[in-house]
């Protein structure tokens, strides 16, 4: 069975930082790529971040809005997927995703991905 958790998510006041986790299972971790997409009220799901491999040279992809504030990384031993979230604005408040895909597809858009997790909340306060 497939499956993607997230972890880590909570409450933060602007400025501050939070690293969000993503535990991979169920499929064979070095032949996708990971994305993490977030979702505020209201509003569309958009792409933050990827790693269009994990295994060959885990280029790293983010969004203009997120650009200098977020960093992704991997640990394929474990099979885990990380967020770095620092200088966090009220913007930043969704539900934080990771999602899987094709490594040669992963993009900034849902359809990139065939598997997602159930998402963590993140909340910064202004």
């Known amino acids: 069975e497939v499956q993607l958790v997230e972890s880590g998510g909570g409450l933060v006041q602007a400025g501050g930082s939070l690293a969000l986790s993503c535990a991979v299972s169920g499929f064979t971790f070095d032949d996708y790529g990971i994305g993490w997409f977030r979702q505020a009220p209201g509003k569309e799901r958009e792409g933050v971040s990827y790693?269009?491999?994990?295994?060959?040279?885990?280029?790293?992809y983010y969004a203009d809005s997120v650009k200098g504030r977020f960093i992704i990384s991997s640990d394929n031993a474990k099979n885990m997927v990380y967020l770095q979230m620092n200088s966090l604005k009220p913007e930043d408040t969704a539900v934080y995703y990771c999602?899987?895909?094709?490594?040669?597809?992963?993009?900034?858009?849902?359809?990139?991905?065939?598997?997602w997790g159930q998402g963590t909340q993140v909340t910064v306060s202004s």
């Open positions: 790693i269009s491999s994990t295994v060959s040279d885990g280029s790293t």
């Open positions: 999602a899987a895909g094709n490594p040669l597809r992963v993009g900034f858009h849902q359809d990139d991905y065939e598997y």
